[in-house]
Structure formats: C-alpha cells, structure tokens
C-alpha cells in the first residue's frame, strides 16, 4: 500500500496515537551565570518530581486535527485513585487513568486501551478512519479488531519496527513543541513565584488540559501538518505557521501585553480567541470553551467571569 497516497486522499481519516512521558516537573536545564562559575544552581519546587513522570498520547490526524480528548496516565502508589483522589478536577477534553508507575504498561497497554474505551477514540472519528500505529507490543491489529463497532470501518497500519524516530510524526516534530510549551509555563511560573504546585496531580491535569486545549485551535493545524510533512506523508509544505511559544508567551513583542479583561500584566496568550490573561483566569478558573462552528469567532468564555 502507498500510505503516502492514503494521506494525500483521506487527511481526516487517517490518525496517529503516540505516547509521551513527562516529569511531573519540566524545567529548561539552561540558566544564566557569571563566566567561570563551577556550580550552577537552579530552582525546582521539588527534586523528586524531576525525576518521576506520567505519560500523555495526544492523537493528531493528518489534516492538523487534534483530537479530544487526550489521553492521560498519571502515576499512583497503588496504581489506582482512592476515595479521595476521585475528586479531583476532570476537564472534558482528558481522560485519566493511573498507573503504579505512571506508564502504559499491564493493563495500560499502549493503543489498545484506549481503542478499547470506545468515549475516548471511536466516538471522535469519522465512520472510516485509519490509525497509523507504532510495532509494539499491544498494537497488533489482530488484537484490536474486534473492538470495532458494527458502524465502523478501521483500517490498521502499522510502522515498521526501528523507524519511529524517522517516520513517526508526533516523535519528529510535534512532542517538542508540546513539551517546549509546557516548559515555558513551568519556568514562567518559578520566574514570577506564582503560588501553585506544579507536580500536584490537580495542577498537572489542568496544565495538560490547557496545553490540548491551545494546540486544539486551528491556529496550529498547519503546525501538524508540517509534523506529517516532515516525516514524509505529505508532500505539500504547510502555510506559513507562528510558534505556540511565540503567539501564547508573546516571545517577539516589544513590551508585555495587558489582560483582556482586568488590565494587568498578561501571562500568556490564548491561541483560541487570541486574547491576553493573567495567570488567575488560565489556572485558578480552567478555560473551557464551546465551538459552536470551524469558525473562530463563534468560539466563547463558558467558565470565566470578569470578577478577577
């Protein structure tokens, strides 16, 4: 089969799943010093969480689509949420499972667990899509078959083994820049001594829901494009795209915007509605926003209020 051809006739249909570990803290391991310093110091809010993590699949289609919701694993001493874990925030656009070690593994067993929860990847494709999956153990189309649904059609391929790093589109270009955004906020977050913990399993949902939820906005479908043209599906090169970086953390303005709605010094930028927030709005109230259409300016606030 020529994929090449397949993702040129069908971009909507065609799907790539790939899982990501993060620490439960992402710093920049760079930092300012006077020359001929021997020891650099820099600051986390915890050595521990540096070295632990979790894992996300985000599924992004070759259109520049990124689907909802995305996938989370967090990591848990028993591998599952007690009593009093199961309280915690649930944003509509993630799904949380856990994990002793905060990895796909056992149960979690890479694609095919969330193939088989049908809320979290069947009900947001098309009738006919084709996942493009990775060799590894857990996606053998043989195994996953017989989860579709009478009122679905699923074509399975698969990457051969030891080519992910030059074929797979999430590994060569779209983790970076998710893992960059992330980065940045937690930095940004150190830098201006903002009174939140990072690695508390509430804050990490709420960042992972605010990074999917800003690289859901049709600002960036050219960024995924270019992930698929990189790695050689696609043959025409993307229109010109702008860095989340650069449009969310406002990176080439000469002076800092204010927030749209109380004035102060913004922290960052929505690439949604493409106007500017304090860190209260974008963490304390979680941005959830209803598209009504593909177009953006039917895209509205559903949780914030101008009491801020």
């Not at 710093?27 to 020891?39: D, I, P, Q, V």
Request: charge should be positive.
């Amino acid at each position: 089969m020529n994929l090449r051809l397949w993702t040129l006739e069908i971009k909507d249909q065609v799907d790539l799943p790939e899982f990501k570990a993060f620490n439960l803290e992402v710093h920049s391991r760079r930092t300012l010093t006077k020359s001929g310093t021997k020891t650099v110091e820099a600051m986390v809010q915890s050595i521990s969480s540096i070295t632990h993590s979790y894992t996300v699949m985000p599924i992004i289609s070759a259109s520049g689509s990124l689907l909802s919701p995305l996938y989370i694993v967090l990591k848990e001493t028993t591998a599952t949420f007690d009593h009093g874990c199961r309280k915690v925030f649930r944003p509509v656009n993630i799904y949380i499972e856990s994990s002793k070690s905060g990895k796909l593994i056992g149960t979690l067993n890479k694609f095919s667990m969330i193939f088989r929860k049908y809320e979290v990847y069947l009900l947001n494709t098309d009738r006919k899509n084709m996942p493009l999956l990775d060799s590894r153990t857990g996606h053998c189309p043989s195994q996953l078959e017989q989860y579709i649904p009478e009122d679905k059609e699923v074509k399975f391929i698969t990457i051969p083994k030891k080519t992910t790093g030059f074929i797979q589109s999430l590994h060569i270009f779209g983790f970076r820049i998710w893992k960059n955004f992330v980065r940045t906020f937690s930095d940004n977050v150190i830098l201006q001594e903002k009174d939140i913990n990072l690695h508390s399993r509430s804050e990490i949902i709420k960042l992972q829901s605010l990074t999917h939820n800003q690289f859901s906005s049709p600002r960036f479908k050219n960024l995924f494009q270019y992930a698929w043209f990189k790695s050689s599906y696609l043959t025409t090169h993307p229109s010109e795209f702008q860095n989340s970086e650069d449009f969310c953390y406002y990176r080439n303005e000469k002076h800092i915007s204010k927030c749209s709605i109380c004035g102060r010094a913004a922290f960052m930028g929505c690439a949604l509605c493409e106007e500017y927030f304090v860190f209260k709005i974008f963490i304390k109230k979680p941005l959830l926003y209803q598209l009504q259409s593909n177009n953006l300016k039917n895209l509205r606030f559903c949780s914030i209020t101008r009491n801020v």
